[in-house]
């Protein structure tokens, strides 16, 4: 049976196809744009402090912040490099300080690195690093640029910390310069941290020379975090040592990201209700349309079977054609998107400018099978109509 060429029957097709490719579509982007969000800010924490850290235990580990030192361990840390996904083992030494300059002072955490530490490229950085040599520790401090817009300084600049001591009323207090000035776009970050070397703030806390309040470890891949800290705790660590990951650091960052599943869930459900009812809709109204053809093939000999599959058959291509005009539709906005970044996020809400693209896949695969797949189940009902249609009743019609 073919459908009449440019009459009402063609219309209903190409509706349907249009229809089921803006459903594909969305539901591709909104994949898209949720997965690049997650990816985006999860890189953005690990590459800032790792995925694992190896601490004393805290009760309020949430706080990251050591409270006693641990000795650093060249051999726990030949261990831990030989562990399947850990890359990079850094010590660090973090302690809370009091930033003063031009009569502006700020509160935050100073993370002492060694020389070792790689700042991450994925991270905007301008300046200079810090400027370690072998006789004393660096007077220089990087900072992030809203705390160095609060603070009114630019690299080059010299600045206050005050390390107030338990107990003690007059702080201790050194002068460094400004070196650098990075920018995550995340306020848990850009507000709270500021880059030192180690040695300064061993200094201050009158520890060794092999005292550091941790290790940062990073990953090959973040989902491997739970396995390799837990993998880590049991095989080498003693008490008071354990393992953290960023997770446990940063719980509501990473529950606000799970909740980003739930509405990528409800987007795809209601897009493949909509597709399959816009499917439905038009076999229907094909079927209601093409009723007088529909009885002079029965009256001519053509089994309900056979005329239901002629109408499957249509509603496949139909279904075909709209995921395959999704697909290329949401492939080229993505690439638009990546290309010139044309929609743009508030990052002091979303930790980013332009929103972020990225998928796998698998994911399109699922997306554009399973809608192939519940359209043609869901065609039947609407072919079951076809049973209902009297030749009789039809053809006394023109």
Known sequence: MVMQKGGFSSFIIRLAIIATALSVAVMILAIAFITGFKYTVREKLFTFLGNVHIETYNPNHSESLSLNPIKSDPALVAHVLQTPHVT????????????????????????????????????SFTGNKLNYTDTQYSKQIILSQSTAARL??????????YFLEPGVRVPRIRKVQVTGIFHTGMEELDKY???????????????????????????????????????????????????????????????????QNINGQIIIIIMALVAIINLATALMILIMEQARMLGILQALGMSLKSI??????YAGIIAGVGILAGNLFAFLFCWLQVKFGFLT??????????????????????IDGGTLILCILCMWLPTLYIRRIRPARVLQFK
Do not use: C
């Not at 010590?91 to 530490?117: C, N, S, T, W």
């Not at 009114?152 to 910390?161: A, E, M, R």
């Not at 996020?345 to 699922?366: C, G, N």
């Open 88 to 123: 990079h083992v850094y010590p660090f030494v973090q302690r809370p300080a009091i930033l003063q300059a031009h009569g502006q002072m700020e509160g935050l955490f100073l993370k002492g690195v060694d020389k070792d530490y790689v700042f991450s490229p994925n991270i």
């Open 152 to 161: 009114n300084v630019n690299t080059g600049d010299s600045i206050l910390l």
């Open 193 to 259: 941290y500021g880059i030192t070397d180690m040695r300064l703030l061993q200094r201050v806390n009158n520890w060794k020379p092999n005292e550091i309040s941790g290790y940062q470890l990073e990953l090959d891949n973040e989902q491997y975090s739970d396995t390799v800290a837990n993998g880590i705790y049991e095989r080498y660590l003693t008490s008071p040592l354990t393992t953290y990951t960023i997770r446990d650091i940063y719980p509501n960052i990473f529950d606000w990201l799970d909740l």
């Open 308 to 313: 239901q599959q002629i109408f499957l058959y």
């Open 345 to 366: 996020l508030s990052e002091d809400t979303y930790y980013m400018k332009h929103v972020p693209v990225r998928f796998h896949l698998w994911q399109i695969a699922i």
